[in-house]
C-alpha cells in the first residue's frame, strides 16, 4: 500500500528538494512546481520509505495529473499504479482528468487513460503552464476512462 503524505502546495514546493531531484532524474518538468494551484505529494511505503511523487492541478472542474515518478529503486514493483490511484482518489468523480506524457503513454493506459485529441481538452486545462508552454506541443494529451457514478 502507498501512503500519499505531505501535500506541498504553491511557494511550499521550492523548499523540497527531493521532489525536485527526482523530477528532474526522471526528465520531467519543475519550471512550475512553485506555482500557485498544485498540489505534489510523496508516496511513502509502508515502512514510511519514499518511493515516489505525483502532482495534482485543479483546472476548473477538472484535473490535471503530473510529475508521477517513482524513484529507481521501486520501479517493476507497482508503485506507479498506486501512486496514481492514490494521488486520485479523494477527487471528485465527475470531474475528468488529464495528463501530458512524452514517453510512457503504455503504462498510463494501462491503468485506464486513452489519448485524445487536443481540441477535445476544456480549455482550462490547455491553459495550464504544463500543456501552453512546458510540455513540447508533440506530447500526447490523455484522459481517465472511468464510469460515470
Known sequence: MVNLIGARRGQDNRNDAHLR??????????????????????????????VGYAGLERCAGDYLLRSVVVLPAHQGHGWGR?????????????????????????????????????TEVPAAVLATRQLSSICPSSAMIMKLNRPRT
Do not use: K, M, N
Open 21 to 50: 531531484e527526482a523530477l528532474h532524474a526522471a526528465d520531467l518538468p519543475t519550471d512550475d512546481i512553485e506555482d500557485y494551484g498544485r498540489a505534489f505529494f510523496e508516496a511513502a511505503s509502508d515502512e514510511g520509505q519514499a
Open 82 to 118: 498506486a501512486i496514481v490511484e492514490a494521488t486520485l482518489r479523494g477527487i471528485d468523480c465527475s470531474s475528468d482528468v488529464f495528463l501530458a506524457t512524452t514517453s510512457a503513454a503504455s503504462f498510463f493506459s494501462i491503468i485506464g487513460f486513452v489519448e485524445v485529441s487536443r
